[in-house]
């Protein structure tokens, strides 16, 4: 079975209207004038239908291509921005390690640091959540743990914020 794609729904949609549009008129032709006028009233109600299913066809199919790039871009944003947030995490847990001093190697803090600048410098990032990874950032590199907790915080919200945006 072929997948249920948003083309395929309005193809199986104005196919269903167009044979109840003909079957109508079909019907209505019946009524008022016998066979040969149920014949000519259900062509002509069948191919106006036709004609009009293949406008409506053709704007839809459009919007919907503008609706699937727009959601494409939006979730990759949304991608980038949960992964600047990941990796700046990543390296709080490298800085303010649970299990003591000795926890973490300076190679392992210096490559967990290393990655989060990259990944917070990327084009694609967006500014608010850049800025807000800029001063966590900072503030891990000074070991100032309040300061970090605070801007980490302010990180999560511009990400938040990212993704709940209309």
Known sequence: MAPFTPARALLLLTTGLVCLLTAAG???????????????AGAGTGAAGL???????RRALAGFATAQREAGVRGYAEGIAHGVLLHVTVYE?????????AGVTPEERLARRTIAYRMAALEEVPRRVREAAADALAALDEADRSRAEETLARLAGAVRQEYARP
């Open 26 to 40: 079909a019907l209505i032709g019946a009524l008022l004038g016998g066979a040969v006028a149920a014949s000519a």
């Open 51 to 57: 004609a009009g299913s293949f406008l409506v066809r």
């Open 93 to 101: 847990a490298a800085v303010f390690p649970r299990s003591g001093p």
